[in-house]
């Protein structure tokens, strides 16, 4: 059970960390500039036009249903609409860079006018295709290509969202250290590659801890969602680093059965408390008056 003197405590041994200050990531967005960073959240919706997903509820079947459901999306309340072709679930079909470009673009063209799109990918190729079709920030699931795919953020003056991990691509199942404090690993993870980011002209970085991937050593659904409670509840800690920090936040079916999709307002309360800049999320409403609630809201 998570408890006030859980929070208190985490505030005690690191509230220093909230002192760090954090340079805001704005974007051009097409109803105004969108800023990331210290201040009301920003949400981030997300569409799927892979079958594999997990998440049905946020399967488009078509390129222009994306459109659909991302234009209900920003309506909704979602700044940032971040799309994907293949899916992170490692035993997922993976797609050819040419056919993620065939299916992207169209919604990529479509989305552009409706708010600042997102494209979760890993091949460069695919960055290069959304961002000249309107696409401002790259969702890098991946560090294989690493290296070309932030020189392409630094061509086109694109954001970053810097994902946790060390392989390829987050379909090639790693570990990581659940019994342990997470975040000095993540520190030690994300400082140089942020360094690097900065050496090429990438000015605008958002880091990810990967909470929305999956690891070898976390499919007991327990053990995972408190491991992702654990990360969330402490995104202060990353601030040291001087960049925003996004989530995407859990559904846990073991834990909400087949209330599910209430499961991302509640880890949305926990990632905002923790510090949370970036909420990335498939259930864009509700996570929208829940945040409402807290920002109306004092208890003292």
Request: proline share 6%; hydrophobic share 45%; aromatic share 4%.
């Amino acid at each position: 059970m998570i408890t006030l003197a859980d929070l208190a405590a985490l505030q005690r041994d690191h509230g220093d960390a909230w002192a760090s200050p954090v340079t805001p990531v704005v974007l051009d967005g097409p109803r105004g500039p969108v800023a990331i960073g210290d201040g009301p959240v920003t949400l981030m919706g997300c569409v799927n036009l892979s079958r594999d997903s997990t998440y049905r509820e946020s399967v488009a079947t078509s390129p222009a249903d994306a459109v659909r459901m991302g234009r209900i999306q920003a309506a909704q309340g979602a700044a940032i609409i971040d799309l994907g072709a293949e899916s992170s679930n490692a035993k997922a079909a993976r797609v050819s860079a040419d056919d993620q470009i065939d299916t992207l673009m169209p919604a990529v063209k479509g989305l552009a006018a409706e708010a600042v799109v997102s494209v979760e990918t890993y091949e460069p190729a695919v960055v290069r295709a959304a961002l000249e079709a309107g696409a401002r920030i790259l969702n890098m699931t991946g560090r294989e290509h690493e290296e070309d795919m932030l020189e392409l953020a630094a061509e086109y003056d694109a954001a970053v969202v810097m994902c946790f991990g060390e392989t390829a691509n987050v379909r090639e199942i790693a570990d990581v250290p659940p019994d342990a404090d997470p975040i000095p690993v993540l520190l030690d993870h994300f400082a140089p590659r942020i360094a690097h980011a900065r050496a090429l002209g990438v000015d605008k970085v958002v880091i990810d801890p990967g909470m929305g991937f999956y690891y070898g050593n976390l499919v007991d659904p327990t053990t995972r969602a408190r491991h992702q409670a654990r990360v969330l509840a402490q995104g202060f800690r990353l601030r040291p680093l001087g960049v925003p920090v996004c989530n995407a936040v859990p559904h846990t079916y073991d834990i909400f059965g087949d209330e599910f999709r209430k499961a991302e307002g509640f880890y949305g309360v926990i990632a905002t408390l923790g510090g949370t800049h970036l909420v990335r999320t498939h259930e864009v409403a509700h996570l929208r008056v829940v945040l409402r609630g807290l920002d109306e809201l004092e208890v003292r």
